[in-house]
């Protein structure tokens, strides 16, 4: 096959690392498909501030010194020039056979996928698929109607620990789920500065809830019934910034058998900067024959410095390791989630799979439509006195 071209929309924290003192995620994975033999050609970052190119450019150069992967790599827009479409002239221009991923403020994930799909690229968009229901069913159905391979980044369905919780309860080890409880969090300075310019325009169940929503899918082939949801305004809001500290949302789901089960999540993103990790994650389900409790903070490894924090890395994740032949290498469930993506995508090109089978495989536009439906069930009820609401499942089978 010709080598595949990537075009990678968004230049921020999960795409390159600005603004940290990492690479992000999405970088390291296209370095290390091609350090694992895979043929890619061009690969095209573009942002919306030429201001931004050159802090991305060198995390390329220091990617590439850290890894010795050398990758053919441009940035969009040029100079100070500051064009929120410029995505739209490198998706026409990007050398085909080639592939798109979508990292960018939630708000923009429908314009900027159907612009990919009417392109004829097959797509990977950070999660949610899209704020509404109504946005997600178009672009599902745009994806069918150009027959074209697209899917959610939902990386935690690559962590093995939910691998393990799936198999357990698919396998019927802890009988029907009677119930399941979710803690996430993730720190102040999410909202307040990393997405500051956006953070409004979304909540935290859809920005990091939504994850253990889709994985409670995962782990159990349920359908969601409905949803009801309660939160909190008021640290944030003091701040300027009109969006929920926190929500509880309960969600009432059916197995295949016909049992009911009901989760609940609970999330905020104002922990304190002393917090020992970025997110907080915990995730508990209690059956009829038995129970399973995953703490995915706790990850069994802590750093105690002089003069810092306690620090408790997750390994599994999206961590860089040294080799045996003094290289670095990026591992961890983020990375295999886009490597599989650019993986599949060669298959299909390829004729070695194709989009039916994996339909059924991945995390692809019509599976990441129910998630979204039921964030959007939660933001009804959360806009009308905390009521159940019925997920809009029609749209969704």
Request: hydrophobic fraction near 40%; charge should be negative.
């Amino acid at each position: 096959m010709q080598p595949l071209n990537i075009v990678v929309i968004g230049t921020g924290m999960f795409a390159t690392g600005r603004g940290t003192q990492g690479f992000g995620t999405v970088l390291p994975a296209i370095s290390e498909w091609k350090r694992s033999g895979n043929n890619i050609g061009k690969v095209i970052f573009v942002g919306t501030n030429g201001a931004h190119s050159s802090d991305t450019m060198g995390k390329f150069e220091g990617l590439a010194q850290q890894t010795g992967v050398l990758l053919d790599v441009d940035v969009l827009p040029k100079g100070k020039t500051q064009d929120p479409q410029a995505y739209l002239e490198a998706i026409k221009q990007i050398p085909r056979p080639a592939c798109a991923v979508i990292v960018v403020p939630d708000h923009l994930h429908y314009e900027v996928a159907r612009s990919c799909l009417l392109a004829d690229l097959p797509v990977l968009v950070v999660k949610p698929l899209a704020p509404t229901v109504n946005e997600g069913l178009r672009l599902v159905n745009l994806s069918i109607d150009r027959n074209l391979y697209a899917a959610v980044e939902f990386h935690k369905r690559w962590d093995k620990a939910n691998l393990m919780v799936r198999d357990a309860i698919l396998g019927g080890r802890i009988g029907e789920p009677l119930y399941c409880w979710v803690e996430y969090s993730q720190r102040k300075s999410i909202p307040t500065e990393i997405f500051k310019a956006w953070s409004f325009r979304t909540s935290i169940l859809q920005y990091l809830g939504i994850h253990y929503i889709d994985i409670v899918r995962f782990c159990t082939d349920a359908i969601p019934l409905r949803v009801m949801a309660t939160g909190q305004k008021t640290w944030l809001k003091e701040r300027g910034i009109d969006t929920w500290d926190s929500i509880q949302c309960v969600i009432e789901w059916q197995m295949p058998s016909g049992a009911l089960f009901v989760q609940t999540v609970l999330t905020n993103w104002i922990d304190p900067e002393t917090t020992s990790s970025m997110s907080d994650q915990k995730i508990k389900f209690v059956g009829t024959k038995g129970r399973i409790e995953s703490d995915q903070k706790e990850r069994g490894l802590r750093f105690n410095i002089d003069d810092q924090c306690l620090e408790q890395p997750n390994p599994d994740f999206c961590m860089v390791y040294g080799a045996n032949d003094g290289s670095k290498q990026w591992r961890g469930y983020g990375i295999d989630s886009v490597f599989t993506f650019f993986s599949d995508v060669v298959d299909i090109y390829t004729g070695k799979n194709d989009i039916n089978t994996l339909n059924k495989l991945r995390p692809t536009f019509a599976e990441a439509l129910i998630s979204t439906a039921i964030v959007e069930a939660a933001h009804k009820s959360l806009a009308a006195e905390n009521t159940w609401q019925s997920v809009r499942l029609e749209e969704c089978e």
